[in-house]
C-alpha cells in the first residue's frame, strides 16, 4: 500500500470543521459505512460510488461522505486494485 490507512489533518485550527477517512476493504463497506453513519444521526455528503477522476480523483477511488453531527466529514473509500498499482 502507498498511502496511509487513516489520515490526520493537523493543518487546520481545531475550531475548523475536520474531515476524516477510514479505508474500507471493499466496495460493500464503503456501503455499509454509508448507511450506518445515516442511521446514527449522519448527513448525506456524497452518496457511494465512483468518483471521476475529472474532479482530482485517482481511478477506482470508491467513496461515501457523511457530515457527523458536529459538521465534520467523514469518508469511507476503497481503492479498486488496478488504481494501487
Sequence with gaps: MDYPVF?????????????TAF???????????YTAALRAGGT??????LRPTSAGYPSGY?????????????EAVYRERQAQR
Design 7 to 19: 489520515w490526520i489533518d493537523r493543518f487546520h485550527p481545531h475550531s475548523v470543521k475536520q474531515h
Design 23 to 33: 479505508v474500507a476493504k471493499s466496495r460493500a463497506e464503503v456501503d455499509a459505512f
Design 44 to 49: 448525506d455528503h456524497g452518496a457511494p460510488g
Design 62 to 74: 470508491y467513496a461515501a461522505f457523511v457530515l457527523d453531527p458536529d459538521g465534520n466529514n467523514m
